[in-house]
């Protein structure tokens, strides 16, 4: 009977008749009629089953499920189950370290060469240089590799100090050029070259040390004086200077000048000197012993008068006495017999005057070093 379309049924006569089959997912009485083709939904995804989506079986589809973490639907090669599929190979670009395989594992994607860090450049797993921009802790000067193929400047040094100078390379320091002095010091210091000084010595009590950095003797010459000055010798031909305080510009000594002339033979007490008697008075407080003029060093201006030619035509003083007061001027008298002088005396009187004259100009050359 109408609708029925799959089974048997009674033909009512004690028989059965067939009513056909169902085809698809339709069963018989599949529909909840009895000899009718229809369908029963499934309405749990089956057993094992736990992503996706699958049929209900009655043209519709029920959904199982998603997977977590690296898994995914029927990454396991089951389809509606939730797995993995690793992978073998790194990916492209990838050139060091390790990666994961996308299944809870990891892959090695290989290590970096030279320089080359492994993510040195700023990319995960790629080979690549992170230059340093600074220089190293205690480096300050010179160049240093920035890591890269590169370099850094880490500045110069200034004064004594040189780039490793000290033994370090790339610190300023410095290498003494000389550990001890040179020259011939004797004293003082000098710089080793690096700003510490080097101690040369010191000087003995009574030396000080000069700018040669020599040790000389800071006591007087004790032998500065010279003891030859003094002619003690020489003899003079004529008689002592009879000026007063006739100064020796020689070594010092005076012409005692207070004593009378005593005649020739009489010893200057400064031989050398030089008697600056020009114009030096006579004391006229002692007479002349003998005939004849001063023949010191000095230039006295006396002359020999006689007074025996006097104008007065009185007869001479016989003592020879000095014709002068206080202030003569060192002029002595020759002592004449009654009636005037005779020529032997008047002839001897002028060799004496003329014999004093010339060794007063020998004695001036000789002291002074000039010729006459």
Known sequence: ?????CGTISNGCGGIINCGTCTG????????????????????????DNCGTISNGCGGTINCGTCTGTNTCGGGGTPNVCGCT?????????????????????????????NDTCGG??????????????????????????????????????????????GTANVCGCSPTKTSCTGGAQ?????????????????????????????????????????????????????MDSGTGNTDSGTGGHDSGTAA??????????AGAHDSGTGTHDSGTTSDSGSG????????????????????????????????????CGCVTAGASEGGMSPALLGM????????????????TRRTGVGR
């Open 1 to 5: 009977p109408a609708p029925d379309n």
């Open 25 to 48: 997912t339709n069963t018989c009485g599949g529909g909840g009629t009895p000899n009718v083709c229809g369908c029963t939904p499934i309405t749990a995804c089956p057993a094992g």
């Open 86 to 114: 690793p992978i073998t190979a790194c990916p492209a670009g990838d050139n060091c370290g390790t990666v994961s395989n996308g299944c809870g594992g990891t892959i090695d994607c290989g290590t970096c060469s030279g």
């Open 121 to 166: 450049s700023g990319t995960p797993n790629v080979c690549g240089c992170t230059p340093i921009t600074t220089c190293p802790a205690g480096d300050n000067c010179g160049t240093v590799s920035n890591g890269c193929g590169g370099t850094i400047d880490c500045g110069t040094c200034s004064g004594n100090d040189t780039c490793g100078g000290g």
């Open 187 to 239: 004293c003082g210091t000098q710089d080793n070259g690096c700003g510490t000084p080097i101690t040369c010595g010191t000087c003995p009590t009574g030396e000080t040390c000069n700018a040669s950095q020599q040790c000389v003797s800071t006591t007087p010459d004790s032998g500065t004086m010279d003891s030859g000055t003094m002619d003690s010798g020489t003899m003079d031909s004529g008689a």
């Open 261 to 270: 002339d005593s005649g020739t033979g009489v010893t200057d007490s400064g």
């Open 293 to 328: 003029s001063s023949s010191g060093g000095g230039s006295d201006s006396g002359t020999v008068s006689m007074d025996g030619a006097s104008s007065d035509g009185e007869s001479g003083d016989a003592s020879g006495g000095n014709t002068g007061g206080g202030g003569g």
């Open 349 to 364: 009187a002028g060799l004496v005057l003329v014999g004093g004259a010339r060794l007063r100009r020998r004695r001036s």
